[in-house]
């Protein structure tokens, strides 16, 4: 009995050891005689790497400048795989980082972060957002957006092919980047597109068949840009049509706000001129004054 005692008192301290060895940190690599073991990673990268590059062919292994002794490092590389192919690869995670970011010197100043991309970002709600582009207010931002009416003479011309925009085309041996008509052949008369419609009955234009009516004809405000009938908008007055180009005009809208800001233009210069000017005398006052020069 005394003899079991002093074994499991023996098998007690070892299990107690293995513990203590297991639960100590594994050592540090930096510390010289300790052997390091390689993960199964570095290991098989290694020696994939060694397998291609001796499988390349003589006109094919370009050696860097650096290496002096290329077949020498080869056997090194081989050698250290012998030497770690029984590596344990509990004992080579150390939870130790090798690999350090450098310190930084203290003239070190970040670079600004880039500016926030254009519309509101859901990392950063509390940005406001970008304004919206205000809808075109001239003749030629509406030209770009009408199509062709194939029945003016500059549509039934031939391209030119001597200004930039034929130079450009493929046809005519250009790289095809501008991807605009010919001078000769911009349409005189663009309309509005098929797909247009009236933005408040939600309806297309009538029929080319038909007759055309004018109160059944899209119109877009060279003000305000909105594509209506002219039924449609509610508002007492009329509008002014644009004689340069078709299916275009002034809404009454946009022409009653002119209107009234240059009525109250004008009332403001009428009171400033009558604020400089001297006042009047009143009629008696004018009478006497009369009446005493005779």
């Not at 003749?139 to 925009?165: D, I, M």
């Not at 980047?177 to 005189?188: A, D, E, G």
């Not at 009171?271 to 009446?291: H, N, T, V």
Request: glycine share 8%; aromatic share 4%; proline share 12%.
């Amino acid at each position: 009995e005394e003899e079991e005692e002093e074994e499991g008192e023996g098998h007690e301290g070892e299990g107690e050891q293995e513990e203590a060895e297991s639960s100590s940190p594994a050592p540090s690599p930096s510390i010289p005689g300790v052997k390091v073991h390689l993960t199964p990673f570095e290991i098989e990268g290694l020696r994939n790497l060694l397998g291609k590059l001796e499988s390349l062919p003589s006109h094919k292994k370009c050696v860097p400048a650096g290496i002096h002794n290329a077949p020498a490092l080869l056997h090194d590389i081989r050698t250290l795989l012998q030497e770690h192919a029984n590596d344990n690869p509990m004992l080579s995670y150390t939870g130790v980082p090798i690999v350090k970011w450098p310190k930084r010197p203290s003239w070190y100043r970040p670079c600004p972060p880039p500016p926030l991309s254009v519309g509101r970002s859901r990392f950063y709600p509390s940005c406001p957002a970008p304004p919206r582009p205000t809808r075109p207010t001239s003749v030629s931002a509406l030209r770009r957006r009408r199509v062709r009416c194939k029945r003016c003479t500059a549509c039934l011309r031939r391209e030119c092919g001597a200004c930039n925009f034929c130079r450009d085309m493929k046809k005519f041996g250009g790289p095809g980047r501008l991807k605009q008509t010919c001078v000769l052949r911009q349409c005189l008369a663009p309309g509005l597109p098929l797909s247009a419609v009236c933005e408040v009955c939600g309806e297309g234009t009538q029929d080319p068949g038909e007759t055309p009516v004018f109160s059944f004809t899209l119109m877009e405000c060279t003000a305000c840009g909105q594509i209506a009938h002219p039924d449609c908008i509610k508002v007492a007055g009329e509008g002014v049509v644009n004689k340069d180009l078709p299916s275009c005009w002034e809404c009454p809208k946009c022409t009653m706000g002119t209107h009234t800001e240059s009525s109250a233009s004008d009332d403001d210069s009428v009171a400033s001129a009558g604020s400089l000017s001297p006042a009047a005398p009143p009629a008696e006052k004018r009478s006497l004054r009369e009446g005493v020069g005779r």
